[in-house]
Nanobody, 126 residues
């Protein structure tokens, strides 16, 4: 079982930046689909960004393309989400998630994530 612990949330003004982190309790350096989701009050959970560790594509939802960057520090087993040019509509609880991909899962699907963090709140004021 992998435990995921997010950190880095907070309150910022529109146009500001935050960097979220997600520390994993076990190695996720290859063959894992690592993702960031978010959920705002009254809205469905949304996949924000994801990447396949050990090589592969990264994926972003359209509303964050060009503003958010997902990355992983393998030495620290930590996933990051760099968020720039934040907008009030980015306000949400952000969750880190992971699933084992094996050889054939490209991480393109947003379903079947096995491990979830507890979430970190991001609030962007106008």
């Amino acid at each position: 079982r992998i435990q995921l612990v997010e950190a880095g949330g907070g309150s910022v003004q529109a146009g500001g930046s935050l960097r979220l982190s997600c520390a994993a309790s076990a190695a996720t350096t290859s063959n894992y689909c690592m993702a960031w989701f978010r959920q705002a009050p009254g809205k469905e959970r949304e996949g924000v960004a994801r990447m396949r560790t050990g090589g592969g594509s990264t994926y972003y939802t359209d509303s964050v393309k060009g503003r958010f960057t997902i990355s992983q520090d393998n030495a620290k087993n930590t996933l990051y989400l760099q968020m720039n040019s934040l907008k009030p509509e980015d306000t949400a609880m952000y969750y880190c998630a992971a699933r084992w991909t094996g050889r054939y899962d490209s991480c393109s699907a947003l379903s079947d994530f096995t491990y979830w963090g507890q979430g970190t709140q991001v609030t962007v004021s106008a």
